[in-house]
Protein backbone atom coordinates (compact mmCIF):
# COMPACT_ATOMS: atom_id res chain seq x y z
CA UNK A 1 0.00 0.00 0.00
CA UNK A 2 0.81 3.77 0.00
CA UNK A 3 3.67 4.01 2.57
CA UNK A 4 3.56 8.20 2.10
CA UNK A 5 2.97 9.75 5.34
CA UNK A 6 -0.31 11.19 5.57
CA UNK A 7 -0.01 14.72 5.88
CA UNK A 8 -2.20 16.87 3.70
CA UNK A 9 -6.84 15.24 4.20
CA UNK A 10 -9.30 16.47 1.80
CA UNK A 11 -13.09 16.18 2.34
CA UNK A 12 -14.93 16.08 -0.79
CA UNK A 13 -18.36 17.46 0.33
CA UNK A 14 -20.16 19.85 2.85
CA UNK A 15 -23.30 19.12 4.34
CA UNK A 16 -23.87 17.34 7.78
CA UNK A 17 -21.69 14.60 6.77
CA UNK A 18 -18.72 16.98 5.75
CA UNK A 19 -18.52 19.15 8.66
CA UNK A 20 -18.93 16.33 11.31
CA UNK A 21 -16.24 15.05 9.57
CA UNK A 22 -13.82 17.85 9.54
CA UNK A 23 -15.06 19.01 13.15
CA UNK A 24 -14.28 15.75 14.67
CA UNK A 25 -10.74 14.94 12.71
CA UNK A 26 -9.41 18.98 13.26
CA UNK A 27 -10.45 18.46 17.06
CA UNK A 28 -8.55 14.96 17.56
CA UNK A 29 -5.76 15.42 14.69
CA UNK A 30 -5.97 18.97 13.68
CA UNK A 31 -2.25 18.79 15.13
CA UNK A 32 -1.17 16.59 13.16
CA UNK A 33 -2.99 16.78 9.85
CA UNK A 34 -3.47 19.92 7.62
CA UNK A 35 -7.71 19.19 7.10
CA UNK A 36 -9.11 21.04 3.66
CA UNK A 37 -13.15 21.04 3.08
CA UNK A 38 -14.32 21.43 -1.03
CA UNK A 39 -18.10 21.75 -1.43
CA UNK A 40 -20.13 23.88 -3.62
CA UNK A 41 -23.21 26.61 -2.67
CA UNK A 42 -24.86 25.39 -5.61
CA UNK A 43 -25.18 21.85 -4.95
CA UNK A 44 -27.66 20.91 -2.39
CA UNK A 45 -27.72 18.56 0.64
CA UNK A 46 -30.10 14.95 1.05
CA UNK A 47 -30.85 17.35 4.63
CA UNK A 48 -34.02 15.27 5.36
CA UNK A 49 -32.32 13.69 8.40
CA UNK A 50 -33.14 16.04 11.76
CA UNK A 51 -33.67 13.02 14.58
CA UNK A 52 -30.93 11.39 15.83
CA UNK A 53 -29.99 9.13 18.67
CA UNK A 54 -28.87 9.46 22.15
CA UNK A 55 -24.58 9.04 21.43
CA UNK A 56 -25.52 12.09 19.64
CA UNK A 57 -24.72 13.85 23.21
CA UNK A 58 -21.13 12.00 23.40
CA UNK A 59 -20.22 13.64 19.64
CA UNK A 60 -21.09 17.18 20.75
CA UNK A 61 -19.29 16.91 24.19
CA UNK A 62 -16.47 15.67 22.31
CA UNK A 63 -16.06 19.14 20.14
CA UNK A 64 -16.82 20.83 22.89
CA UNK A 65 -20.23 22.14 22.40
CA UNK A 66 -22.73 23.11 25.12
CA UNK A 67 -26.02 21.63 24.93
CA UNK A 68 -28.16 24.82 25.69
CA UNK A 69 -25.89 26.50 22.65
CA UNK A 70 -26.39 23.36 20.24
CA UNK A 71 -30.62 23.92 21.18
CA UNK A 72 -30.78 27.43 20.25
CA UNK A 73 -28.43 27.24 16.94
CA UNK A 74 -29.94 24.55 15.73
CA UNK A 75 -33.69 24.94 17.20
CA UNK A 76 -33.52 21.56 18.40
CA UNK A 77 -36.03 19.56 20.61
CA UNK A 78 -35.55 16.70 22.51
CA UNK A 79 -36.53 12.86 21.67
CA UNK A 80 -37.05 10.45 24.14
CA UNK A 81 -38.09 7.65 21.27
CA UNK A 82 -40.29 7.31 18.34
CA UNK A 83 -43.35 6.04 17.88
CA UNK A 84 -44.41 3.64 15.46
CA UNK A 85 -48.17 3.92 14.09
CA UNK A 86 -49.84 1.46 11.84
CA UNK A 87 -46.93 -0.95 11.75
CA UNK A 88 -48.21 -4.10 13.67
CA UNK A 89 -51.49 -3.45 12.18
CA UNK A 90 -53.52 -0.26 11.09
CA UNK A 91 -54.66 1.57 14.39
CA UNK A 92 -51.91 -0.04 16.63
CA UNK A 93 -49.39 2.62 18.29
CA UNK A 94 -46.07 1.42 20.32
CA UNK A 95 -42.75 3.04 21.27
CA UNK A 96 -39.63 2.55 20.99
CA UNK A 97 -38.14 4.57 23.80
CA UNK A 98 -35.12 5.34 24.82
CA UNK A 99 -33.38 4.23 28.34
CA UNK A 100 -34.05 1.48 30.24
CA UNK A 101 -37.15 -0.16 31.36
CA UNK A 102 -38.30 -1.60 34.50
CA UNK A 103 -35.01 -2.38 36.96
CA UNK A 104 -31.87 -4.11 35.86
CA UNK A 105 -31.54 -7.87 37.53
CA UNK A 106 -28.25 -9.92 37.32
CA UNK A 107 -28.08 -11.93 34.16
CA UNK A 108 -31.68 -11.79 33.17
CA UNK A 109 -33.39 -8.76 31.70
CA UNK A 110 -36.64 -7.18 33.04
CA UNK A 111 -38.24 -8.40 29.89
CA UNK A 112 -38.69 -12.11 31.18
CA UNK A 113 -40.02 -10.94 34.90
CA UNK A 114 -42.86 -8.99 32.85
CA UNK A 115 -43.03 -12.13 30.56
CA UNK A 116 -43.85 -14.12 33.79
CA UNK A 117 -46.22 -12.26 34.82
CA UNK A 118 -47.74 -11.88 31.63
CA UNK A 119 -48.29 -15.50 31.66
CA UNK A 120 -49.73 -15.54 34.84
CA UNK A 121 -52.42 -13.28 33.70
CA UNK A 122 -50.41 -9.90 34.23
CA UNK A 123 -52.31 -7.30 32.37
CA UNK A 124 -49.44 -4.81 32.92
CA UNK A 125 -48.24 -3.01 29.36
CA UNK A 126 -44.55 -3.66 28.56
CA UNK A 127 -44.11 0.37 28.69
CA UNK A 128 -45.89 0.93 32.08
CA UNK A 129 -42.48 0.43 33.47
CA UNK A 130 -40.38 3.05 30.69
CA UNK A 131 -39.73 6.38 31.89
CA UNK A 132 -38.72 7.70 28.85
CA UNK A 133 -42.10 6.27 27.38
CA UNK A 134 -44.68 8.19 30.13
CA UNK A 135 -42.63 11.12 30.23
CA UNK A 136 -43.24 11.38 26.40
CA UNK A 137 -46.39 10.50 26.03
CA UNK A 138 -47.05 13.15 28.69
CA UNK A 139 -44.94 15.66 26.73
CA UNK A 140 -42.31 16.75 29.27
CA UNK A 141 -38.87 16.69 30.10
CA UNK A 142 -35.93 17.85 32.01
CA UNK A 143 -32.03 16.46 32.81
CA UNK A 144 -32.62 13.40 34.78
CA UNK A 145 -29.56 10.93 35.75
CA UNK A 146 -31.76 9.37 38.12
CA UNK A 147 -35.52 8.77 39.47
CA UNK A 148 -34.92 10.60 42.49
CA UNK A 149 -33.58 8.70 45.63
CA UNK A 150 -33.26 5.70 43.34
CA UNK A 151 -30.46 3.91 41.60
CA UNK A 152 -33.12 3.36 38.66
CA UNK A 153 -31.72 5.70 35.21
CA UNK A 154 -33.53 8.48 34.76
CA UNK A 155 -33.60 10.18 31.12
CA UNK A 156 -31.93 8.97 28.10
CA UNK A 157 -32.60 11.46 25.26
CA UNK A 158 -31.59 12.64 21.64
CA UNK A 159 -33.00 15.53 19.63
CA UNK A 160 -34.56 16.91 16.45
CA UNK A 161 -32.91 19.65 14.94
CA UNK A 162 -32.48 21.24 11.62
CA UNK A 163 -29.57 19.76 9.94
CA UNK A 164 -28.58 22.71 7.94
CA UNK A 165 -28.56 24.76 10.61
CA UNK A 166 -26.36 22.26 12.22
CA UNK A 167 -23.99 21.83 9.31
CA UNK A 168 -23.69 25.91 8.97
CA UNK A 169 -23.19 25.67 12.72
CA UNK A 170 -20.18 23.40 12.75
CA UNK A 171 -18.34 24.72 9.55
CA UNK A 172 -18.43 28.00 11.23
CA UNK A 173 -17.08 26.36 14.45
CA UNK A 174 -14.73 24.59 12.43
CA UNK A 175 -13.14 27.17 10.33
CA UNK A 176 -12.08 29.41 13.67
CA UNK A 177 -10.15 26.27 14.78
CA UNK A 178 -8.13 25.91 11.49
CA UNK A 179 -10.33 23.64 9.36
CA UNK A 180 -9.60 25.05 5.18
CA UNK A 181 -12.44 25.68 3.29
CA UNK A 182 -12.86 25.74 -0.22
CA UNK A 183 -15.57 27.01 -2.39
CA UNK A 184 -15.68 25.44 -5.73
CA UNK A 185 -17.33 22.62 -7.89
CA UNK A 186 -14.90 19.40 -8.45
CA UNK A 187 -14.60 18.48 -12.14
CA UNK A 188 -11.87 15.71 -12.26
CA UNK A 189 -10.31 13.83 -9.84
CA UNK A 190 -7.07 13.02 -10.86
CA UNK A 191 -5.40 9.29 -10.79
CA UNK A 192 -1.74 7.87 -10.45
CA UNK A 193 -1.71 5.89 -13.19
CA UNK A 194 0.47 3.08 -11.56
CA UNK A 195 -1.35 3.02 -8.06
CA UNK A 196 -4.91 3.99 -8.57
CA UNK A 197 -4.57 6.39 -5.58
CA UNK A 198 -6.41 9.67 -5.64
CA UNK A 199 -3.83 12.42 -5.98
CA UNK A 200 -5.89 15.68 -6.70
CA UNK A 201 -9.21 17.48 -7.11
CA UNK A 202 -9.73 19.78 -9.77
CA UNK A 203 -12.03 22.53 -9.61
CA UNK A 204 -14.28 24.23 -12.22
CA UNK A 205 -12.63 27.15 -11.17
CA UNK A 206 -8.84 25.87 -11.73
CA UNK A 207 -7.75 25.29 -8.51
CA UNK A 208 -6.23 22.12 -8.19
CA UNK A 209 -6.10 20.54 -4.31
CA UNK A 210 -3.85 17.25 -3.76
CA UNK A 211 -4.03 15.01 -0.82
CA UNK A 212 -2.79 12.36 0.85
CA UNK A 213 -5.71 10.77 1.48
CA UNK A 214 -9.34 12.18 0.96
CA UNK A 215 -12.92 11.81 2.41
CA UNK A 216 -15.94 11.31 0.23
CA UNK A 217 -18.58 13.28 1.59
CA UNK A 218 -20.55 13.52 -1.91
CA UNK A 219 -23.85 12.14 -0.82
CA UNK A 220 -25.73 9.72 -3.15
CA UNK A 221 -23.68 10.52 -5.71
CA UNK A 222 -20.27 8.85 -4.18
CA UNK A 223 -18.03 10.84 -6.44
CA UNK A 224 -15.00 9.63 -5.36
CA UNK A 225 -15.56 5.95 -3.84
CA UNK A 226 -17.90 5.09 -6.57
CA UNK A 227 -17.67 6.86 -9.97
CA UNK A 228 -13.70 6.79 -9.55
CA UNK A 229 -12.62 3.92 -8.05
CA UNK A 230 -15.43 1.80 -8.74
CA UNK A 231 -15.72 -0.11 -5.25
CA UNK A 232 -19.08 -1.64 -6.02
CA UNK A 233 -22.26 -1.50 -4.18
CA UNK A 234 -23.89 -4.55 -2.01
CA UNK A 235 -27.88 -4.00 -2.66
CA UNK A 236 -30.32 -4.67 -0.10
CA UNK A 237 -33.43 -3.40 -1.55
CA UNK A 238 -34.65 -7.28 -1.67
CA UNK A 239 -35.21 -6.66 2.49
CA UNK A 240 -36.06 -3.02 2.59
CA UNK A 241 -38.38 -2.42 -0.53
CA UNK A 242 -38.35 1.03 -0.04
CA UNK A 243 -36.19 3.35 -3.00
CA UNK A 244 -37.78 6.76 -2.76
CA UNK A 245 -38.87 10.22 -0.41
CA UNK A 246 -40.54 12.84 -0.34
CA UNK A 247 -39.47 15.33 2.18
CA UNK A 248 -41.58 18.61 2.81
CA UNK A 249 -41.52 21.31 5.83
CA UNK A 250 -44.60 23.32 7.68
CA UNK A 251 -45.05 25.24 10.05
CA UNK A 252 -45.73 24.14 13.82
CA UNK A 253 -49.96 24.37 14.84
CA UNK A 254 -48.69 23.13 17.99
CA UNK A 255 -46.19 22.74 20.92
CA UNK A 256 -43.41 20.22 19.78
CA UNK A 257 -43.58 16.95 21.25
CA UNK A 258 -40.85 15.13 22.54
CA UNK A 259 -40.67 11.85 20.75
CA UNK A 260 -40.85 11.27 16.32
CA UNK A 261 -43.44 9.73 14.85
CA UNK A 262 -43.30 7.10 12.36
CA UNK A 263 -46.47 6.20 10.53
CA UNK A 264 -47.27 3.19 8.59
CA UNK A 265 -49.09 3.74 5.30
CA UNK A 266 -50.25 1.75 2.46
CA UNK A 267 -46.81 1.30 0.92
CA UNK A 268 -44.68 2.51 3.00
CA UNK A 269 -43.64 5.27 6.17
CA UNK A 270 -44.24 9.06 7.16
CA UNK A 271 -41.80 10.36 9.32
CA UNK A 272 -43.02 13.93 11.28
CA UNK A 273 -40.20 15.40 13.27
CA UNK A 274 -41.07 18.60 15.61
CA UNK A 275 -38.79 21.58 15.81
CA UNK A 276 -38.72 24.60 17.36
CA UNK A 277 -39.84 26.78 14.55
CA UNK A 278 -41.36 24.34 12.22
CA UNK A 279 -41.99 20.38 11.53
CA UNK A 280 -39.75 18.32 8.79
CA UNK A 281 -42.49 15.81 7.21
CA UNK A 282 -41.45 13.44 4.45
CA UNK A 283 -42.79 9.66 3.31
CA UNK A 284 -40.81 6.70 2.33
CA UNK A 285 -42.19 4.50 -0.30
CA UNK A 286 -41.63 1.93 -2.61
CA UNK A 287 -42.22 3.45 -6.68
CA UNK A 288 -43.20 -0.13 -7.23
CA UNK A 289 -46.39 0.22 -5.00
CA UNK A 290 -47.45 3.56 -5.14
CA UNK A 291 -46.47 6.69 -7.96
CA UNK A 292 -44.13 9.48 -7.05
CA UNK A 293 -47.95 11.68 -7.51
CA UNK A 294 -49.62 8.94 -5.40
CA UNK A 295 -47.12 9.44 -2.92
CA UNK A 296 -46.81 13.16 -2.96
CA UNK A 297 -50.72 13.49 -2.02
CA UNK A 298 -50.13 10.90 0.60
CA UNK A 299 -48.06 12.71 2.38
CA UNK A 300 -49.67 16.18 1.92
CA UNK A 301 -53.37 14.93 2.89
CA UNK A 302 -51.65 13.91 6.15
CA UNK A 303 -49.66 17.19 7.06
CA UNK A 304 -50.81 19.83 9.36
CA UNK A 305 -49.65 23.84 8.72
CA UNK A 306 -48.30 26.00 6.27
CA UNK A 307 -46.15 24.65 3.84
CA UNK A 308 -42.76 26.49 4.16
CA UNK A 309 -41.00 24.34 1.24
CA UNK A 310 -42.20 22.58 -1.81
CA UNK A 311 -42.23 18.79 -2.00
CA UNK A 312 -39.15 17.17 -3.76
CA UNK A 313 -38.22 13.27 -4.26
CA UNK A 314 -35.64 12.37 -3.43
CA UNK A 315 -33.75 8.67 -4.84
CA UNK A 316 -32.08 6.00 -2.91
CA UNK A 317 -31.07 2.47 -3.32
CA UNK A 318 -31.08 0.65 0.05
CA UNK A 319 -27.10 -0.99 0.68
CA UNK A 320 -23.33 -0.33 1.28
CA UNK A 321 -20.27 -0.08 -0.51
CA UNK A 322 -18.68 -2.82 -0.57
CA UNK A 323 -15.42 -1.42 0.96
CA UNK A 324 -15.84 1.96 2.69
CA UNK A 325 -12.26 2.92 2.75
CA UNK A 326 -10.39 1.63 -1.00
CA UNK A 327 -6.93 2.88 -1.69
CA UNK A 328 -6.94 6.34 -0.07
CA UNK A 329 -10.83 7.20 -0.35
CA UNK A 330 -12.45 6.75 2.90
CA UNK A 331 -16.33 7.18 2.63
CA UNK A 332 -18.45 9.01 5.27
CA UNK A 333 -22.18 9.58 5.01
CA UNK A 334 -24.36 8.71 2.42
CA UNK A 335 -21.70 8.00 -0.09
CA UNK A 336 -20.50 5.00 2.05
CA UNK A 337 -24.43 3.25 1.59
CA UNK A 338 -27.54 4.48 2.65
CA UNK A 339 -30.17 2.75 5.21
CA UNK A 340 -33.70 4.40 5.22
CA UNK A 341 -34.08 6.94 8.20
CA UNK A 342 -36.51 4.69 10.34
CA UNK A 343 -34.50 4.31 13.53
CA UNK A 344 -32.86 7.65 12.79
CA UNK A 345 -29.09 6.28 12.62
CA UNK A 346 -28.05 8.43 9.54
CA UNK A 347 -26.45 11.13 11.77
CA UNK A 348 -24.74 8.53 14.38
CA UNK A 349 -23.11 6.33 11.05
CA UNK A 350 -21.47 9.50 10.34
CA UNK A 351 -20.43 9.61 13.94
CA UNK A 352 -19.23 6.25 13.94
CA UNK A 353 -16.70 6.08 10.52
CA UNK A 354 -15.01 9.27 12.00
CA UNK A 355 -14.58 7.72 14.72
CA UNK A 356 -13.18 4.08 13.57
CA UNK A 357 -11.04 6.31 11.43
CA UNK A 358 -9.61 8.41 14.01
CA UNK A 359 -8.64 4.75 16.05
CA UNK A 360 -7.19 3.64 12.78
CA UNK A 361 -5.69 6.76 11.49
CA UNK A 362 -2.52 5.65 9.06
CA UNK A 363 0.77 7.13 10.99
CA UNK A 364 3.37 5.99 8.29
CA UNK A 365 1.08 5.60 5.42
CA UNK A 366 -2.03 3.28 4.53
CA UNK A 367 -1.52 -0.04 5.31
CA UNK A 368 -3.69 -3.03 4.50
CA UNK A 369 -4.00 -4.43 7.70
CA UNK A 370 -5.53 -0.74 8.64
CA UNK A 371 -7.80 -0.97 5.29
CA UNK A 372 -9.33 -4.04 5.84
CA UNK A 373 -10.09 -3.67 9.69
CA UNK A 374 -12.03 -0.47 9.02
CA UNK A 375 -13.82 -2.40 6.23
CA UNK A 376 -15.02 -5.19 8.65
CA UNK A 377 -15.72 -3.35 11.21
CA UNK A 378 -17.99 -0.59 9.00
CA UNK A 379 -19.78 -3.93 7.14
CA UNK A 380 -20.49 -5.41 10.90
CA UNK A 381 -21.77 -2.44 12.07
CA UNK A 382 -24.01 -1.48 9.50
CA UNK A 383 -25.19 -5.02 8.63
CA UNK A 384 -26.49 -5.02 12.45
CA UNK A 385 -28.27 -2.06 12.16
CA UNK A 386 -30.05 -3.20 8.83
CA UNK A 387 -31.33 -6.29 10.42
CA UNK A 388 -32.75 -3.95 13.61
CA UNK A 389 -34.80 -1.99 10.69
CA UNK A 390 -36.09 -5.11 8.85
CA UNK A 391 -37.23 -6.55 11.66
CA UNK A 392 -40.03 -3.64 12.00
CA UNK A 393 -41.21 -4.40 8.29
CA UNK A 394 -40.67 -8.55 8.91
CA UNK A 395 -42.65 -9.07 11.81
CA UNK A 396 -45.44 -6.83 10.33
CA UNK A 397 -49.39 -8.71 10.69
CA UNK A 398 -50.69 -5.80 7.98
CA UNK A 399 -52.06 -7.93 5.15
CA UNK A 400 -53.82 -5.14 3.55
CA UNK A 401 -51.74 -4.07 0.88
CA UNK A 402 -49.28 -5.84 -1.78
CA UNK A 403 -46.22 -3.47 -0.06
CA UNK A 404 -46.98 -5.11 3.46
CA UNK A 405 -47.60 -8.75 2.11
CA UNK A 406 -44.28 -8.59 0.30
CA UNK A 407 -42.90 -7.34 3.65
CA UNK A 408 -44.76 -9.89 5.60
CA UNK A 409 -43.57 -13.30 3.61
CA UNK A 410 -40.25 -11.85 2.19
CA UNK A 411 -37.09 -14.15 3.09
CA UNK A 412 -34.95 -12.40 5.89
CA UNK A 413 -30.78 -12.44 6.42
CA UNK A 414 -29.87 -15.56 8.54
CA UNK A 415 -28.38 -12.99 11.04
CA UNK A 416 -31.69 -11.83 11.89
CA UNK A 417 -33.69 -14.98 11.85
CA UNK A 418 -31.68 -16.62 14.25
CA UNK A 419 -32.36 -13.43 16.87
CA UNK A 420 -35.87 -13.73 16.06
CA UNK A 421 -35.89 -17.31 17.12
CA UNK A 422 -33.91 -16.80 20.04
CA UNK A 423 -36.14 -14.49 21.11
CA UNK A 424 -39.74 -16.50 20.42
CA UNK A 425 -38.19 -19.46 21.94
CA UNK A 426 -36.18 -18.53 24.77
CA UNK A 427 -37.26 -14.44 25.31
CA UNK A 428 -33.25 -14.04 25.16
CA UNK A 429 -31.84 -11.03 23.06
CA UNK A 430 -27.98 -11.62 22.73
CA UNK A 431 -26.43 -8.41 21.95
CA UNK A 432 -23.23 -9.08 19.61
CA UNK A 433 -19.90 -7.50 21.20
CA UNK A 434 -20.67 -3.40 20.95
CA UNK A 435 -23.81 -3.27 18.32
CA UNK A 436 -25.54 -0.41 18.87
CA UNK A 437 -29.05 -1.52 19.79
CA UNK A 438 -29.23 -3.00 23.13
CA UNK A 439 -31.09 -6.00 24.15
CA UNK A 440 -33.75 -3.65 24.98
CA UNK A 441 -34.37 -1.98 21.86
CA UNK A 442 -34.79 -5.27 20.18
CA UNK A 443 -37.64 -6.20 23.24
CA UNK A 444 -39.34 -3.27 22.20
CA UNK A 445 -39.78 -3.89 18.52
CA UNK A 446 -40.48 -7.53 18.86
CA UNK A 447 -42.98 -6.96 21.77
CA UNK A 448 -44.62 -3.91 19.72
CA UNK A 449 -44.91 -5.54 16.49
CA UNK A 450 -46.55 -8.27 18.42
CA UNK A 451 -43.94 -11.39 19.03
CA UNK A 452 -44.66 -13.12 22.15
CA UNK A 453 -41.84 -15.48 23.95
CA UNK A 454 -42.87 -18.72 24.59
CA UNK A 455 -40.81 -18.63 27.60
CA UNK A 456 -38.48 -16.93 29.61
CA UNK A 457 -35.55 -16.94 32.31
CA UNK A 458 -35.46 -19.29 35.02
CA UNK A 459 -34.01 -16.28 37.02
CA UNK A 460 -37.67 -14.81 37.00
CA UNK A 461 -39.35 -17.61 38.90
CA UNK A 462 -36.77 -16.10 42.22
CA UNK A 463 -39.87 -13.39 43.36
CA UNK A 464 -42.96 -15.06 44.41
CA UNK A 465 -45.83 -13.66 42.86
CA UNK A 466 -46.31 -11.71 45.79
CA UNK A 467 -42.83 -10.10 45.78
CA UNK A 468 -43.50 -9.90 41.47
CA UNK A 469 -46.80 -7.97 42.05
CA UNK A 470 -44.92 -5.45 44.73
CA UNK A 471 -41.64 -4.68 42.22
CA UNK A 472 -44.45 -3.56 39.07
CA UNK A 473 -46.45 -1.55 42.02
CA UNK A 474 -43.49 -0.11 43.37
CA UNK A 475 -41.85 1.10 39.54
CA UNK A 476 -45.35 2.07 38.59
CA UNK A 477 -45.29 4.43 41.58
CA UNK A 478 -41.79 5.59 41.08
CA UNK A 479 -42.01 6.58 37.77
CA UNK A 480 -45.77 8.05 37.64
CA UNK A 481 -44.77 10.23 40.62
CA UNK A 482 -41.48 11.05 38.99
CA UNK A 483 -43.26 12.69 35.38
CA UNK A 484 -45.49 14.10 37.59
CA UNK A 485 -42.80 16.32 39.08
CA UNK A 486 -41.19 17.06 35.40
CA UNK A 487 -41.18 19.90 34.01
CA UNK A 488 -43.15 20.28 30.19
CA UNK A 489 -41.09 19.86 27.19
CA UNK A 490 -42.14 23.57 26.06
CA UNK A 491 -40.82 24.58 29.31
CA UNK A 492 -37.37 23.01 29.33
CA UNK A 493 -36.83 24.35 25.43
CA UNK A 494 -37.83 28.18 27.11
CA UNK A 495 -35.16 27.67 29.69
CA UNK A 496 -32.58 26.86 27.35
CA UNK A 497 -33.60 29.83 25.20
CA UNK A 498 -33.65 32.31 28.59
CA UNK A 499 -30.91 31.15 30.52
Keep these: MQQQKVKQLVIAGGGTAGWITA ?3 NKVLGNIVNITLIESDQIGTVGVGEASIPPIQHLNAA ?11 TQATIKLGIEFENWRAPSHNYMHAFGDIGKDFPFCDFYHYWLRARQQGSSADFWDFSLNYQTAKQHKFTHLKHIPNTPLSGLNYAYHFDATLYAEFLKELTITRGVKRIEGKIADVKQCVDTGFVQALALLDGQTITGDLFIDCTGLSALLIEKTLNTGFEDWSHWLPCDSAIAV ?3 STTEPVPYTRSIAHDAGWQWQ ?5 RVGNGLV ?3 RHISDEQAKQQLLDNISGEQITEPRVIRFKTGR ?3 QWHKNV ?12 LESTSIHLIQSAVTRLIKLFPHRGIEQSLVATYNLQSK ?9 IILHYKLTERTDSAFWRQCKHMSIPDSLQTKIDLFKDTGKIIREDDELFAEVAWQQVMIGQGLEAQDYHPLADVLSDEQLTELFSNLKTLISGTVNQLPTHSEFLARMKNN
Design 23 to 25: ALL
Design 63 to 73: LGIREREFINA
Design 249 to 251: QTK
Design 273 to 277: IPLQH
Design 285 to 287: YSS
Design 321 to 323: RLK
Design 330 to 341: VAIGLSSGFLEP
Design 380 to 388: VEVQRIRDF
